[in-house]
């Protein structure tokens, strides 16, 4: 059974930095995708970066490029999400995926739309960044 869980939401102010945490279990080799969506109130779900797990490829939508960095942390099957310069803008539920068999086109495909390809999703975080 694959789970994904994250961790590392909260509120800040404009401007402050936050990490985020996931860490997915049971997929069963190293060719997946792992990636962050949100989701604000009243919009659709939307990619924040994506990771291709077996050659740490990465990516990003414009709006974040230059101040979150996506990539691997130190436990396995560990990805992280560092936001920097944080804006009002950027408050939403955050959400962890994972897609098993996706890899880099997985990403590409995947990144300007709410991801319907990742098959395994967390639960969500909050994060909040007020003025």
């Known amino acids: 059974e694959v789970e994904v869980m994250e961790s590392g939401g909260e509120a800040v102010q404009a401007g402050d930095s936050l990490r985020l945490t996931c860490i997915v279990s049971?997929?069963?080799?190293?060719?997946?995708?792992m990636a962050w969506f949100r989701q604000a109130p009243g919009k659709e779900r939307e990619g924040v970066s994506c990771?291709?797990?077996?050659?740490?490829?990465?990516y990003y939508t414009d709006s974040v490029n230059g101040r979150f960095t996506i990539s691997r942390g130190n436990g396995k099957n560990t990805l992280i999400l560092q936001m920097n310069s944080l804006k009002p803008g950027n408050t939403a539920m955050y959400y962890c995926?994972?897609?098993?068999?996706?890899?880099?086109?997985?990403?590409?495909?995947?990144?300007?739309?709410?991801?319907?390809?990742?098959?395994?999703w967390s639960r969500g975080t909050q994060v909040t960044v007020s003025t």
């Open positions: 995926a994972a897609g098993d068999r996706l890899g880099r086109i997985g990403c590409t495909s995947n990144l300007d739309s709410p991801g319907p390809d990742f098959g395994y």
């Open positions: 049971g997929l069963p080799n190293d060719e997946y995708a």
């Open positions: 990771l291709a797990w077996k050659d740490g490829q990465t």
